[in-house]
């Protein structure tokens, strides 16, 4: 099987550069195609899936939620894929952005940019749903001197451990690509 994942920005490909071989099976084969922006991944969709020609290849669409209903976005990006013949991509959306993802493993970005104070700051209350954040890049830039969005997206990819992370939205990533992998596409 072969991965194809569309992200909408480069920050999310340097996330997964890092995190993506430590959670997928060695024998799985991936490109991870990043994008410039919300809008230049929507107009990507349709052309990439119905023009894609591998057989065993299957999607994974990845885009942020923003401030934007999560439902509405999951329904129109599912859409896209449909009308280009490929309902099986597997859709998934970092609430809020990226950064809620990193803000849910505090250890992990402690270890990544070498500040260990941080660690004990995830018993925070507003640590504790990560996904609720306002506005994460933010939050993680006041707690991280220089936070810059693809060097640490880079900092954080081999350090982000799924099973300490309190992201909802991570989970429900990670969870996705497991079954993706073990039972094909949902």
């Not at 997964?16 to 107009?43: N, T």
């Not at 081999?158 to 079954?179: I, Q, Y």
Request: charged share 30%.
């Amino acid at each position: 099987m072969n991965l194809v994942f569309m992200v909408e920005e480069l920050s999310m490909k340097a996330f997964l550069e890092g995190f993506l071989p430590r959670v997928l099976p060695h024998d799985i084969q991936y490109l991870i195609i990043p994008h410039e922006g919300k809008s230049d991944l929507e107009k990507s969709i349709p052309r990439k899936l119905r023009a894609w020609r591998a057989p065993d290849a299957r999607f994974v669409i990845v885009r942020d939620q923003d401030n934007s209903d999560c439902r509405k976005i999951k329904d129109q990006l599912r859409t896209l894929c449909r009308r280009a013949g490929r309902s099986d991509a597997l859709i998934r959306i970092a609430c809020r952005e990226l950064e809620s993802w990193f803000l849910g493993d505090l250890e992990g970005v402690a270890e990544a940019f070498n500040l260990p104070k941080l660690a004990s700051m995830k018993e925070k209350s507003k640590f504790r749903a990560p996904d609720s954040l306002g506005n994460p890049s933010q939050e993680l830039a006041k707690l991280v001197p220089g936070y810059g969005k693809v060097r640490g997206a880079r900092a954080m990819g081999p350090l982000l451990d799924v099973a300490r992370c309190r992201s909802t939205s991570l989970k429900s990533f990670e969870a996705g690509l497991r079954r993706l992998i073990e039972n094909g596409p949902r």
